[in-house]
């Protein structure tokens, strides 16, 4: 039977490049061998923007990795070259500090990261 500290929360892009990369990161970094993925186009636009009916969808299953799973960490991830958050670097970031405030905020109890996955598909902690 697996632990409920085997559990974190990942709020990331449904790209499947990034996964790899950020499933090895989190393992290498937590060792925390399950992570609960929570995929969306461009997640951290919907943050930024407050598009509601996804970040709804986003809390739902947060919500489940938390409770359910006792996961104590979320990671919300952005990336390079992202279809559903086409813009620039500097900007991604930007939303990417915006959607780690916002976790923040509605999850006072858990760990909140960022992470950036580079254009060599390279994890980078946030803060």
């Known amino acids: 039977m697996k632990s409920k500290t085997d559990f974190t929360c990942v709020v990331t ?55 359910n799973h006792g996961a104590k960490d979320i990671f919300i991830v952005a990336h390079h070259d992202c279809a559903g958050n086409p813009v620039e670097k500097n900007e991604q970031l930007q939303h990417l500090k915006k959607s780690i405030e916002t976790l923040r905020q509605k999850y006072p109890e858990a760990k909140v990261s960022g992470l950036w996955v580079n254009e060599n598909w390279e994890v980078e902690e946030i803060q």
């Not at 937590?30 to 709804?56: C, H, K």
Request: charged share 25%; glycine share 8%; with cysteine.
């Open 13 to 67: 892009c449904m790209d499947g490049r990034i996964q790899h990369p950020v499933m090895e990161w989190i393992k290498e970094k937590t060792g925390i061998p399950y992570p609960d993925i929570v995929t969306e186009a461009g997640p951290v636009r919907a943050f930024f923007e407050g598009n509601q009916s996804v970040l709804e969808s986003i809390y739902k299953r947060v919500d489940i990795s938390l409770n």
